[in-house]
C-alpha cells in the first residue's frame, strides 16, 4: 500500500496569487459534485504543513512573491508545483506591468504547467492526475537517495561535472537563501560559465552516489595556505558525516599546504561542524550584508 | 479472565480498533459525499491517506511537539486496551482525556498562533463534554451497581431502558468527542478548514499519521460506551450503535459550526437536563 499510497492521497493548497479568480473558480469547481476531485483522494487542505500539490493561479506580482515562498518552504517533501492558467504560466498579458514578476517560476521551480484562461476544471483535474504521478516519481528518488548511503564514492571533480555541481549548489544555497531571508547570496547567482573558469584555478572534489553528485567542496593555493569553500551537501544526505569525508578528501589534496582557511554564515552550522569537527577554530566575525555575518575559520596542519 | 486471556484480548483490541476505526472514517467520508451528492473517495482512503503520511517529511517548529503527539497516541492505545479488556469505565475515562491533555500541550507547544487557538478551542471543548462523560459512568454505575465495564456489559438490565437521557446526551457529546459540526471548533475532518487547520497545523509527515490514527482508536472506544446502552441484547447493539454513527454523519453534514459560547452553553444544559436530569429520576425512582 505504501508504494501506491501517494497516487491515492494528493492533498492540495490552492494559492491565488493575483488571479482574477477565474481559474480559482474552476479550481473549486473541481471539488464541485460534477467534478468530485475527492474521489482521487484530494482533499483541498489550506494548511501548506499538510500539502502534497501546490497549485498557484494568476500572475505574480511584488507583494505576494514572499507569500508563496514562505507556502512553498513551509510543505513538506515530496512536493509538485503545478501553475494553473496561463497568467500563472507566463503572466500574460500582465506580464509587463511594473509590479508583476511573471509567471510562478519566475519564484518557484514549478514542475508542472495547466494552459487555459481559465484553465478548464478537465485540464486542472487532469494537471492534479499529472502530479501525483510526479509525487510518486519523487518519494522513489527520495528514497533510492537516503538509503545508499555506503554506496556514496568521494573523489576528484573535473569540468565535465559543472553543469552538476552548479544544479547542487543551488538547491543548497536556496536553503541558506531562506535561512538567512537574503537572495542576493553570489553562490545563487553563479552562471555555468563562471563555473567552468573556476575548474581552471581552483580544485573541486565531488561525492557521488548512483551516478549523481551530492555533494562537493573546492578549494585554492595562496602562498602556503589553503582556501576552501562551497562545501556542499545534498539536503536529504545531512547529518551523516559527509561534509567531513569531503573536508578531509580536500585537505588531502594540498600536501603543500601549511594552513588551511575558510568560512561560513554564521547560523549554517551544517556546513561550520564538519570543519570545527576537523580541528578548524574561529578566527573572526566579519559582517556581510543585514542578517548575515561570515565567520572565519582556520586550521594549521600538524607536522608529522 | 485469567491474566493470558486479558492480554490476548487487549492485544486484538489494540490491531482490531484501528482498522475499525479507519474504516468507519472511510465510511464517514463516503457516506458524507453521498449527502453532498459526490461520489466520494475510496473506502479504503483513510488508510491510503495515512500510508502516504508516513512516507512525508517531518517538519516541527519544535522536535519536543511530537513528543507529546507520542503520549497522546500511548495513552489512546491504553485506554482501548483498558476498555476492550473490559477494567475500570472510570479509569477508562480519565485515560482518554489525559490522551486529549496530550494533544493540546502538543499544540501549545508547536507555539503558533493558529494551533495556539485550536489548542484554547479543544480545552473549551473538552471543559464542555468532560461533564457528560462523567455522568454517563455515573448513570451505569447506578444502574448495574458496577463501575467495571465487564460487569455493565453482562448486566441483563437494558441500560437504554432506565438511562434515555444519559444515552442522549452522550450522542450530543459524541458530536464534540468525534470532530463533527456544529461542534469542530478545534480541528475537524474532511476539506472543512477552520483556521488553518487547528490543532493539527503543525503537525506534518507521520507525526500527523499518529494523531489520526489515535483518532480511530478513540472512534472505537466511543462507540463501544455506546454499545454498551444496549449490551442486553447484542444484535440490538450493533444496530443501535450504527444508527448512531449515521446520526452523527448527518448532522455533520446538516449543521453549521456554532461559536464557543454556544457549544459550551449547550453542553452544559444537555449535561445538567438529561444527565443529572434522568440521574434524579433513576435515583429516586428505585
Redesign the interface.
Known amino acids: 500500500?505504501?508504494m501506491?499510497?501517494?497516487k491515492?492521497?494528493p492533498w492540495v493548497l490552492h494559492y491565488d496569487a493575483s488571479s482574477c479568480n477565474g481559474c480559482d473558480i474552476e479550481v473549486v469547481a473541481s471539488?464541485?459534485?460534477l467534478y468530485?476531485v475527492?474521489?482521487?483522494?484530494v482533499?483541498?487542505?489550506?494548511?501548506p504543513?499538510?500539502a502534497?500539490i501546490f497549485l498557484v493561479t494568476g500572475s505574480v506580482n511584488a507583494q505576494n512573491v514572499k507569500v508563496l515562498r514562505t507556502l512553498y518552504e513551509?510543505m513538506?517533501?515530496?512536493r509538485v508545483v503545478v501553475a494553473v492558467g496561463i497568467c500563472a504560466t507566463s503572466g500574460c498579458v500582465f506580464r509587463e506591468c511594473y509590479n508583476v514578476m511573471g509567471g510562478v517560476d519566475t519564484v518557484l521551480p514549478v514542475d508542472l504547467y495547466v494552459p487555459g484562461c481559465a484553465a478548464r476544471p478537465e485540464s486542472i483535474i487532469d494537471g492534479i492526475v499529472q502530479a501525483i504521478g510526479l509525487l510518486e516519481k519523487k518519494?522513489r528518488y527520495m528514497r533510492t537517495m537516503r538509503g545508499r548511503m555506503e554506496e556514496i564514492v568521494v573523489g576528484p571533480a573535473t569540468a565535465i561535472d559543472a553543469p552538476e555541481i552548479l544544479a547542487l549548489q543551488k538547491i543548497v544555497y536556496q536553503n541558506e537563501a531562506e535561512m538567512y531571508d537574503d537572495w542576493t547570496l553570489t553562490p545563487l547567482k553563479q552562471t555555468l560559465e563562471e563555473m567552468r573558469n573556476d575548474f581552471a584555478d581552483k580544485v573541486f572534489i565531488k561525492a557521488v552516489v548512483g551516478g549523481k553528485i551530492i555533494g562537493s567542496v573546492r578549494g585554492w593555493m595562496e602562498g602556503e595556505t589553503a582556501h576552501l569553500g562551497r562545501l556542499i551537501v545534498h539536503p536529504y544526505f545531512w547529518q551523516r558525516g559527509l561534509g567531513t569525508k569531503l573536508v578531509t578528501a580536500i585537505e588531502a589534496r594540498f600536501p603543500q599546504a601549511k594552513r588551511f582557511e575558510t568560512f561560513t554564515g554564521q547560523k549554517s552550522r551544517h556546513t561550520m561542524e564538519p570543519y570545527q569537527r576537523l580541528g578548524y577554530l574561529p578566527t573572526r566575525q566579519e559582517k556581510v550584508s543585514e542578517h548575515r555575518d561570515r565567520i572565519y575559520f582556520s586550521k594549521e596542519r600538524e607536522a608529522e | 479472565m485469567s491474566a493470558g486471556e486479558t492480554i490476548l484480548v487487549a492485544l486484538i483490541a489494540i490491531i482490531a480498533a484501528p482498522l475499525v476505526g479507519g474504516l468507519l472514517s472511510g465510511i464517514d467520508r463516503k457516506l458524507s459525499a453521498r449527502m453532498q451528492s459526490r461520489w466520494g473517495p475510496p473506502l479504503l482512503q483513510p488508510f491510503y491517506d495515512v500510508a502516504k503520511l508516513f512516507q512525508k517529511e517531518t517538519i516541527v517548529v519544535r522536535r519536543s511537539q511530537n513528543f507529546y503527539v507520542y503520549f497522546f497516541f500511548a495513552f489512546m492505545v491504553f485506554t482501548t486496551g483498558l476498555f476492550f479488556t473490559g477494567s475500570d469505565l472510570l479509569l477508562t475515562i480519565f485515560a482518554l482525556t489525559l490522551a486529549g491533555i496530550f494533544l493540546v500541550l502538543a499544540a501549545y507547544k508547536a507555539s503558533s498562533p493558529y494551533s495556539f487557538l485550536g489548542a484554547e478551542r479543544e480545552l473549551l471543548l473538552m471543559m464542555a463534554y468532560e461533564p457528560m462523560v462523567l455522568l454517563t459512568a455515573v448513570g451505569m454505575y447506578l444502574v448495574t451497581r458496577s463501575f467495571i465495564v465487564v460487569d455493565v456489559a453482562r448486566s441483563s438490565v437494558l441500560l437504554i431502558q432506565t438511562l434515555p437521557g444519559i444515552f442522549v446526551g452522550f450522542v450530543f457529546i459524541l458530536l464534540f468527542k468525534l470532530r463533527k459540526s456544529p461542534f469542530d471548533l478545534s480541528v475537524s475532518h474532511h476539506a472543512h478548514q477552520e483556521i488553518v487547520r487547528g490543532l493539527t497545523t503543525e503537525f506534518t509527515g507521520p507525526t500527523l499519521a499518529l494523531i489520526e490514527i489515535a483518532h480511530w482508536y478513540e472512534t472505537a472506544v466511543v462507540l463501544g460506551i455506546v454499545a454498551l446502552f444496549f449490551a442486553a441484547v447484542p444484535w440490538l447493539a450493533a444496530v443501535a450503535t450504527a444508527a448512531v454513527f449515521f446520526f452523527l454523519i448527518l448532522v455533520d453534514n446538516v449543521f453549521a459550526r456554532v461559536k464557543w459560547q454556544l457549544a459550551l452553553g449547550s453542553a452544559w444544559i444537555v449535561a445538567l437536563a438529561l444527565g443529572v436530569g434522568n440521574i434524579l429520576v433513576v435515583y429516586f425512582i428505585r
Not at chain 1, 38 to 41: A, D, H, V
Open positions: 500500500m505504501g501506491r499510497a501517494f491515492r492521497s471539488l464541485t459534485p468530485d475527492e474521489r482521487l483522494g482533499i483541498n487542505t489550506g494548511n504543513k499538510h502534497d513551509q513538506p517533501e515530496p518519494r
